[in-house]
């Protein structure tokens, strides 16, 4: 079992930036993958960004494309997202995953599906 611990959100204006964190332990050697997903009120989660842990590998959702950035830390087991240039569309509960994930294309990373652990989320509030 792979615990996630997210770290990170809050509230900016549009145009803004912040940067999620995801601290992951436990059975880490289970895991070769790690995404952020989103979820808004009303609306189903969705993928936003995964990165492979045994390379370089990263995979974006078209609306987060050139504005978000995945990226890894091996050393502290922590994964991290960047986001720039905040629209308010971006509101919404930030869940951290992780899993096991053989075929590595775009839409099985970025499916809430591929992914067997969890974390708590947190919230990522844009104003206009």
């Known amino acids: 079992q792979v615990q996630l611990v997210e770290s990170g959100g809050g509230s900016v204006q549009a145009g803004g930036s912040l940067r999620l964190s995801c601290a992951a332990s436990?059975?880490?050697?289970?895991?070769?993958?790690m995404a952020w997903f989103r979820q808004a009120p009303g609306k189903e989660r969705e993928g936003v960004a995964s990165?492979?842990?045994?390379?370089?590998?990263?995979h974006y959702d078209d609306s987060v494309q050139g504005r978000f950035t995945i990226s890894r830390d091996n050393a502290k087991n922590t994964v991290y997202l960047q986001m720039n240039s905040l629209k308010p569309e971006d509101s919404a509960m930030y869940y951290c995953?992780?899993?096991?994930?053989?075929?590595?294309?775009?839409?099985?990373?970025?499916?809430?599906?591929?992914?067997?652990?969890w974390g708590q989320g947190t919230q990522v509030a844009v104003s206009s």
């Open positions: 995953a992780a899993g096991h994930i053989y075929y590595g294309t775009r839409s099985f990373a970025l499916r809430d599906r591929s992914y067997n652990s």
């Open positions: 990165i492979y842990l045994g390379g370089s590998a990263t």
């Open positions: 436990g059975d880490i050697a289970r895991i070769n993958y």
